[in-house]
């Protein structure tokens, strides 16, 4: 799995090296962060069914076209999927906070993710929506400090950005 730490030990390898003076900063600034992302994943993870439930209902508020006959969240077996790809990108997310980089998240949430979608005519804009409203609802202090926050968001905008 990806890591900050992985990436420069992989890269310093690759290149027959010692990590640079920049790399080490690059982990050390990951290592200062690792007890804001720690905060953040505990709070996602004790929450992530309401979480994952207020981003599906914003997202189909939005698209309520989508619960159209025909249409891609037309029967309980869609709505159930397109919750459960939701809390997917979320638990995703939880493990890229714990491992302090995208690794999983590329590996498991976005290689391959618009061939997917395409293949099934399948919108991405419903995704976008719901991880937009889940980063928007986020509140320091109410839910986590403000430096898990930041953890949080950016990868939530990692995210947000691949489907874009």
Same mark, same amino acid.
């Given at each position: 799995m990806?890591?900050?730490?992985?990436?420069?030990?992989?890269?310093a390898d690759?290149?027959?090296r010692f990590p640079s003076t920049s790399d080490l900063e690059s982990v050390q600034g990951s290592l200062q962060r690792a007890?804001?992302?720690?905060?953040?994943?505990?709070? =996602?993870a004790a929450n992530i069914d309401n979480v994952a439930r207020e981003a599906y209902d914003a997202c189909i508020k939005k698209y309520s076209f989508l619960n159209n006959a025909g249409e891609a969240n037309s029967t309980q077996t869609f709505k159930d999927k397109c919750l459960r790809d939701i809390?997917?990108?979320?638990? =995703?997310?939880?493990?890229? =906070?714990v491992v302090g980089g995208t690794g999983p998240l590329d590996e498991w949430g976005i290689a391959g993710q618009r061939e997917v979608y395409r293949a099934l005519s399948l919108p991405t804009a419903p995704y976008v929506e719901a991880l937009s409203f889940a980063r928007n609802r986020g509140c320091a202090p109410?839910?986590?400090s403000a430096q898990a926050l930041l953890e949080y968001n950016a990868l939530l905008d990692y995210v947000i950005n691949s489907l874009s």
């Open positions: 990806k890591s900050v730490v992985s990436t420069v030990v992989t890269a690759a290149a027959g007890a804001a992302r720690m905060e953040a994943a505990e709070k =996602l809390k997917h990108y979320l638990r =995703l997310i939880n493990y890229s =906070l109410r839910d986590m």
